[in-house]
């Protein structure tokens, strides 16, 4: 789905005309209705206010043009409701929820995080605890939040 075809859905979701759209986030009709047309799009400031104002990830905004990978602990983030928030309530779309929250990580170590994953994650291959720490490990050294 394109942009403009997004914005007009989340307009259209909200019950709201192009006119109270505007106010709602300080712009004109007619730049809500260029948007729409696919004249142009939000700059990224407006962007993040749009999402701010509608509750929705700036990547959902753009079409989902990426896909977002916790960088934490790797997983696959979805839909908006994983995507983890700061303490203003923004989105921040690095991280899940599980991991990140309010400003906070959940799992102080790269090993907290590993014996939460040995505990939780299923052993199919009847994998020893070692063996599944070292591929944890591996696997958590890729992502940002691990890198060193």
Not at 35 to 51: A, C, F, I, R
Not at 55 to 71: D, E, H
Not at 101 to 108: E, K, L, S, W
Request: hydrophobic residues 30%.
């Amino acid at each position: 789905m394109e942009v403009k075809d997004i914005l007009k859905n989340l307009r259209e979701k909200n019950n709201l005309t192009q006119e109270e759209m505007a106010k709602r986030i300080n712009i004109t009709r007619q730049a809500v209705s260029r948007w729409e047309n696919g004249e142009t799009q939000p700059n990224p400031d407006m962007l993040k206010v749009l999402s701010r104002e509608f509750n929705v990830s700036i990547n959902t905004l753009l079409g989902s043009p990426r896909t977002l990978f916790c960088q934490c602990c790797g997983m696959p983030l979805s839909e908006d409701s994983m995507i983890s928030r700061e303490k203003d309530r923004s989105f921040n779309e690095d991280y899940c929820t599980w991991c990140y929250a309010d400003g906070n990580f959940t799992y102080p170590t790269q090993d907290s995080l590993v014996d939460f994953l040995v505990a939780h994650i299923p052993n199919p291959e009847n994998q020893s605890e070692g063996e599944r720490r070292k591929m944890f490990a591996i696997q958590l050294s890729q992502l940002k939040h691990w890198k060193k």
